[in-house]
Nanobody, 126 residues
């Protein structure tokens, strides 16, 4: 079955870095865009970065632009999110998901993605 497993979260001081990993199984990763999303307590889930099937196109939310970098290694069936210059407001539960339709890429919101993993918690101390 389709599975996406996130890892790499943790507690970090403001200004620090973390690298999240999203390992996929049960489907052909290189045919689908993948996105990273996050949800903080009391807030809606937010699309923060998405990447096209070969990684040539990316989308970033304004809140993370210039600080986060998404990448993918289709051979390793993993999508990464490098997070630098972390801020307190980046504290959230982070999820990855695959696009609902193969090949298609152009938006980065949760309605266009499916098969959410359990997520990984990122906590940034101020």
């Amino acid at each position: 079955q389709v599975q996406l497993v996130e890892s790499g979260g943790g507690l970090v001081q403001a200004g620090g870095s973390l690298r999240l990993s999203c390992t996929a199984s049960g489907f052909t990763l290189h045919k689908y865009a993948v996105g990273w999303f996050r949800q903080a307590p009391g807030k809606e889930r937010e699309g923060i970065s998405c990447i096209s099937i070969r990684g040539e196109r990316t989308i970033y939310a304004d809140s993370v632009k210039g600080r986060f970098t998404i990448s993918r290694d289709n051979a390793e069936t993993t999508v990464y999110l490098q997070m630098n210059s972390l801020k307190y407001e980046d504290t959230a539960h982070y999820y990855c998901a695959k696009a609902r339709r193969p090949v298609v890429f152009g938006i980065c919101n949760s309605e266009a993605y499916e098969y959410w993993g359990q997520g990984t918690q990122v906590t940034v101390s101020s």
